[in-house]
């Protein structure tokens, strides 16, 4: 059990280093920044959606800006769009799960506000529909996908797909990316520790 343990961790570092060594991505990741502090820095708020693991990795992305970082600082307006139970077992009863998500940027979304979508595939339906739904409202979408980008890659405005097609992988250099976009956006715009 040991190696196993071992190979499980040697696997997320392969990873990361494949991440390192990619400018395009690395390049993607600031313009990300940038275009998150703009948003905030104008007034609009970031909103987060996923599923299952993602949808957690969602609601603590939204909480290092709504919360802190490691800055004691006003709060940032950021929000993961799977947090109101009553919601959400509303519309999927009464509508369908596939728009839990567009029905609520549909609501709130406004001009310049940032959609940030995670899906491991790139590829759920609800998240996709948030993403065009954003683009009506004309919001900006910043997709956080596996490998392929799945069919979150044409519409996403920014994509940061992870150099692998492990889900766990994926999900660990998740919170890997967003929380350096959490720290670099919280520099700029409070200044450093």
Same mark, same amino acid.
Do not use: W
């Given at each position: 059990?040991?190696?196993?343990?071992?190979?499980?961790?040697?696997?997320?570092?392969?990873?990361?280093?494949?991440?390192?060594?990619?400018?395009?991505?690395?390049?993607?990741?600031?313009?990300?920044?940038?275009?998150?502090?703009?948003?905030?820095?104008?007034?609009?708020?970031?909103?987060?959606?996923?599923?299952?693991?993602?949808?957690?990795?969602?609601?603590?992305?939204?909480?290092?800006?709504?919360?802190?970082?490691?800055?004691?600082?006003?709060?940032?307006?950021?929000?993961?769009?799977?947090?109101?139970?009553?919601?959400? *077992?509303?519309?999927?009863?009464?509508?369908?799960?596939?728009?839990?998500?567009?029905?609520?940027?549909?609501?709130?979304?406004?001009?310049?506000?940032?959609?940030?979508?995670?899906? *491991?595939?790139?590829?759920?339906?609800?998240?996709?529909?948030?993403?065009?739904?954003?683009?009506?409202?004309?919001?900006? *979408?910043?997709?956080?996908?596996?490998?392929?980008?799945?069919?979150?890659?044409?519409?996403?405005?920014?994509?940061?797909?992870?150099?692998? *097609?492990?889900?766990?992988?994926?999900?660990?250099?998740?919170?890997?990316?967003?929380?350096?976009?959490?720290?670099?956006?919280?520099?700029?715009?409070?200044?450093?520790?």
């Amino acid at each position: 059990m040991s190696q196993q343990i071992k190979d499980i961790i040697d696997a997320s570092i392969k990873v990361k280093q494949v991440l390192l060594a990619d400018e395009k991505i690395i390049n993607s990741i600031a313009d990300c920044v940038t275009v998150i502090v703009n948003a905030f820095n104008a007034g609009n708020k970031v909103l987060f959606c996923g599923n299952g693991g993602s949808a957690a990795d969602a609601q603590h992305l939204a909480a290092e800006f709504s919360g802190r970082f490691y800055i004691d600082r006003d709060a940032l307006p950021a929000e993961a769009l799977h947090c109101n139970t009553s919601y959400l *077992t509303a519309v999927g009863n009464d509508y369908s799960y596939d728009v839990i998500f567009s029905r609520l940027i549909k609501g709130i979304g406004k001009k310049g506000d940032v959609l940030i979508g995670l899906s *491991t595939s790139g590829n759920s339906s609800n998240i996709l529909k948030a993403f065009e739904m954003a683009k009506q409202k004309e919001m900006i *979408t910043i997709g956080f996908t596996g490998q392929t980008g799945g069919k979150m890659k044409e519409i996403s405005d920014y994509l940061l797909n992870i150099p692998s *097609t492990d889900t766990p992988r994926i999900q660990e250099s998740h919170i890997l990316v967003g929380h350096i976009i959490c720290q670099l956006v919280e520099e700029k715009l409070f200044g450093n520790k």
